[in-house]
């Protein structure tokens, strides 16, 4: 499975933004996907993540109620609607997808077996 994070750039506080993720490889159904984010010299963090039936959606207390991730598996894509965007929300962002995640370990980094590569968003004035 490969994936392929897009969409990064500038935004304002308060803005908008709206990143995409295609996976190409093997078909998206079957696989759990998150976002997670990393700024230079800190760990990775997560962000976002939907379960392989879309049944099961969890977010980070920091980004609840301002993003929003989906999937569209006949289009192999997943997306990160971001907004309210906050200066603390600059990052690399990564997109990841794994096949053997459950509803209990959406949120761990661990648990995913691929990853792409990221895409940068920054927030400035």
């Known amino acids: 499975v490969q994936l392929q994070a897009s969409g990064g750039g500038l935004v304002q506080p308060g803005g908008s933004l709206r990143l995409s993720c295609a996976v190409s490889g093997r078909t998206l159904r079957g696989h759990a996907v998150a976002w997670f984010r990393q700024v230079p010299g800190m760990e990775r963090n997560f962000v976002a993540a939907?379960?392989?039936?879309?049944?099961?959606?969890r977010y980070a207390d920091s980004v609840k109620g301002r993003f929003t991730i989906s999937r569209d598996n006949t289009r192999n894509m997943v997306y990160l609607q971001m907004n309210s965007v906050r200066p603390e929300d600059a990052a690399v962002y990564y997109c990841?997808?794994?096949?053997?995640?459950?509803?209990?370990?959406?949120?761990?980094?661990?648990?995913?077996?691929?990853w792409g590569l990221g895409t940068l968003v920054t927030v400035s004035s």
């Open positions: 990841a997808a794994g096949s053997s995640v459950i509803t209990s370990n959406l949120a761990s980094l661990t648990a995913y077996a691929y």
């Open positions: 939907i379960d392989r039936n879309s049944a099961g959606i």
